[in-house]
């Protein structure tokens, strides 16, 4: 991620916590996470990996889903840059292709995307490193 895509990643987090009223340790507690980490991720470094999705699906409660949109294209550009995901991100992908059509809003640039089988168990497939 660059600076620029990091910076903008923070304004989306500020503004969708300022548009939902929270403050910072209100936000913290939604995701799990401490008061620290919160500001951090708004006036130093983006959040990433589990952090992105859990403010993506914030979003898509708050009806916002610009933001759940940038929010899912920095999982899938970490993804592209090597970042290291768990299965448990894996499956929260699966979860989010299944309910919003992921690979739509990804679009041709993120072609790794595969779902197979959406009636039963959707499977979003790793890129071949």
Known sequence: ????????LRRTLRELRTELRETQTKFAERLHVTL??????????????????GCA????????LDLEHKFLLAVLEAIEE??????????RLADVAAERRLADIAGPRHSFLSTRDAD???IVEKPAK
């Open 82 to 91: 090597g970042f290291d995901v768990t299965p448990d991100v894996w499956q």
């Open 36 to 53: 620290a980490t919160t500001h951090r991720w708004e006036t130093v470094r983006a959040p990433s990996g589990t952090a992105l999705l």
């Open 57 to 64: 699906r914030i979003a898509h409660e708050a009806g916002r």
């Open 120 to 122: 039963t168990s959707t």
């Open 1 to 8: 991620m660059t600076p620029n895509e990091d910076a903008a």
